[in-house]
């Protein structure tokens, strides 16, 4: 075998390797695709008030009431965010002083120290009623 016919025998499994990985890859994916019109699979959380339910027989019912998501039914839902305003506008004291919303007194106040020091003077005010917020919500 001289070497014209070694290259040709490279070739030729060359292209039969990429028609094979062309033809088992099954071409480029497309995108998936999110449709905006579907309906929403999941219970709502929060529920509004339920509708009054019309027994029209003993076996028949008109309306029943809306169901609270699984996880919540029995449990009392409250917010973790403290809202304050301040110059006419409305704050979230957490975000202000850069810890998560529901964050223990002690984290607040070492978050509030740490603000005080790297501000200036004009934002102390700011900051103070911010952490005044979060303390007088856990009283």
């Not at 292209?15 to 990985?21: D, K, N, Q, S, T």
């Not at 309306?63 to 009392?76: F, I, M």
């Not at 403290?82 to 607040?108: C, Q, R, T």
Request: net charge negative.
């Amino acid at each position: 075998m001289n070497s014209q016919d070694l290259l040709t025998v490279n070739i030729v499994g060359a292209g039969a390797f990429i028609l094979w990985y062309v033809l088992v890859r099954g071409g480029e994916k497309r995108p998936t695709q999110l449709d905006m019109n579907a309906r929403d699979s999941a219970p709502p959380l929060i529920t509004s008030e339920p509708e009054p339910v019309v027994d029209l027989a003993p076996t028949m019912r008109v309306a029943t009431p809306p169901v609270a998501h699984p996880d919540l039914v029995g449990k009392k839902t409250k917010s973790l965010n403290v809202m304050f305003i301040y110059n006419g506008h409305s704050w979230d004291a957490y975000e202000v002083l850069g810890v998560p919303a529901g964050s223990s007194i002690k984290s607040v106040t070492d978050a509030y120290q740490t603000a005080l020091r790297r501000c200036d003077k004009d934002s102390v005010e700011f900051l103070e009623t911010a952490y005044m917020a979060i303390l007088n919500k856990g009283s």
